[in-house]
């Protein structure tokens, strides 16, 4: 027998860590993503009830599947809707009824059905990132509305719209057909990088955010682990481990953001970099690199390096050269011209930079306007400089930037 | 599950009728037509008339109000649809690039209700 209390926590971390697999085996039997997830909040309730007086059962992960199951026929039969009539899936659900609930029955994996069903293209971008962490990280509707900054209201309508059309407009769970798994996939790793920025580059530092970063870095362990050849796969989980192992160092005490240049790189978190490094590696193994391992490339290149002008300046440029063809985007370039002015001098990356603005498009793009003010600075044109730091100040949004920017600016017309 | 392709097109682009590309275009909607049938998705399909025949009703007030013209003034108008039978979301909208006037204009996959 357990207290309530310890019993609270263990289902707490069951939820954390199991979440995913228990629903999508649920939605796979079931075929209905709302029937399963309120079938499942059942079962948690039960648990949270019957465990601290009858004990917690063997297997808590079977136990919670055979009674949600249970919690479903339930719930069929006292709607009066279609899910009456679907007598297929009530007739399976009886059949199932009796499993003994501390069965060690493996559970099979249907996780993977559940991340293209979450990143079905035919749901709004922030409902695929939002539907991916309430059905496979099991996050509340309340942390998930906190991570984005909405009202929770807010966030728990837009799940209930995204549910409501997986089942109105017929979203199967399913894997995709063959000749679609490239989009879907890319769909999928979009979405997990998606998590992953909005934590990386958060502006208030709440908690909330960070763990968006674990969430996605975690996702994307699942993923490559569901996916073992996909070699984009390896190449995001090494992108965002290699992102993540600065980010100790990414925030002066000012808590202004601090460029590579300016990090203690004793703060660097080695783990993440080896593994990083590692899958990298791998993932160039595996035939012609996608944008997410070029990008890990580029990071690990840093993160390996002994200082920032110990760094492998031109092969750095040379990847954000691969990188433009495959994915030409102006962030891409003006890095690529950051980089080639360490490489070949300031001149060199302003004269990069210079080609990009021929049609004033980046006028109101914030880093290219701190990118060009960097590289004038640095040729002694100090007017040019602070107009272009001032620009770039108006043009930011995170507080860090503005921090740094404004830092920078200080530095210049100091006497 | 039922769903209705919209075919919306601007009047007047894609193959016009006298070029050289309209005849492979609508037996490109024949041979569509056909492979719905044959898989037995097919339900129903039209063309429509354009929109310089449409007139739209409103009752208002108990009074019914007959205007000229179509609901909306829109860029794209609506120019025929499918109701077709398939199992889900996925082969919908298969068929619906399969739509000779998706290359042109687009398609709306709407799942018919069921009514419980």
New interface residues.
């Given amino acids: 027998m357990l207290p309530p209390v310890e019993v609270r926590a263990l289902v707490t971390r069951l939820i954390r860590e199991d979440w995913g697999r228990i629903l999508s085996s649920l939605v796979s039997s079931t075929g209905d993503y709302g029937l399963a997830e309120d079938s499942l909040q059942d079962a948690v309730v039960s648990a949270l009830e019957q465990w601290p007086r009858k004990g917690v059962p063997r297997h808590p992960d079977a136990w919670m599947i055979t009674v949600a199951r249970r919690k479903a026929l339930d719930r069929i039969r006292r709607s ?3 899910l009456r ?1 679907s007598s297929d899936l009530t007739l399976w659900l009886e059949q199932h009824r009796n499993d003994p609930e501390d069965r060690a029955m493996m559970i099979p994996d249907h996780r993977l059905e559940m991340i293209y069903t979450c990143c ?1 293209p ?1 749901l709004e971008e922030k409902s695929r990132v939002a539907l991916t962490l309430r059905a496979l990280g099991g996050l509340t509707t309340a942390e998930i509305a906190g991570a984005f900054l909405d009202k929770t209201e807010t966030m728990a309508a837009r799940l209930t719209r995204a549910k409501k059309k997986l089942r ?5 769970f ?1 894997l ?2 063959p000749e ?1 798994l490239h989009d879907r996939t890319d769909a999928v790793l979009r979405v997990i990088y998606l998590i992953f920025t909005e934590g990386h580059w958060s502006s208030d530092g709440q908690m909330s955010r960070t763990d968006l970063v674990n969430e996605a870095i975690r996702l994307g362990r699942i993923l490559t682990g569901l996916l073992p050849d996909h070699a984009e796969a390896k190449g995001l989980l090494a992108l965002m481990l290699l992102g993540d192992s600065r980010r100790l160092a990414r925030k002066g005490d000012d808590g202004a953001f601090l460029p590579l240049e300016a990090q203690n790189r004793a703060r660097w978190d080695r783990a993440k970099i080896r593994e990083g490094g590692a899958l990298v590696e791998t993932a160039l193994s595996m035939g012609p690199a996608g944008p997410y391992a070029i990008q890990a490339a580029i990071s690990a290149l840093h993160a390996n390096a002994a200082s920032f002008t110990a760094t492998d300046w031109p092969q750095i440029v040379a990847l954000y050269e691969v990188l433009a063809q495959r994915q030409p985007n102006p962030i891409v370039r003006i890095n690529q011209a950051a980089a080639l002015s360490y490489a070949k001098g300031p001149q060199a990356g302003l004269s990069l930079l210079d080609t990009l603005c021929v049609d004033d498009k980046l006028n109101g793009y914030q880093p290219y306007h701190a990118c060009r003010a960097d590289l004038l600075a640095r040729l002694g044109r100090r007017q040019d400089a602070a107009a272009s730091y001032r620009t770039a100040i108006s043009l930011a949004v995170a507080p860090e930037d503005k921090a740094f920017l404004s830092n920078r600016l200080r530095a210049l017309t100091a006497p | ?1 039922q ?1 209705m392709l919209l075919i919306y097109g601007q009047e007047g682009t894609g193959p016009q009728p006298g070029t050289d590309e309209f005849g492979p275009f609508m037996q490109g909607y024949m041979d569509f037509t056909q492979k719905m049938k044959d898989a037995g998705k097919l339900v129903s399909g039209d063309a429509l008339q354009p929109i310089a025949t449409a007139t739209t009703v409103a009752v208002r007030d108990g009074k019914s109000e007959t205007l000229d013209g179509p609901f909306a003034e829109t860029k794209e108008q609506l120019g025929g649809y499918y109701l077709l039978d ?5 082969d ?2 298969k068929c619906a690039a399969e739509i000779p006037t998706a290359k042109y204009g687009r398609v709306e996959v709407r ?1 018919v209700v ?1 009514w ?1």
Avoid: S
């Fill in positions: 009066q809707t279609a009539k079905h035919a109105a407009a017929g979203i199967a399913k995709p057909e679609d | 599950m769903y398939c199992p889900d979301l996925d919908a909208l799942p069921i419980d």
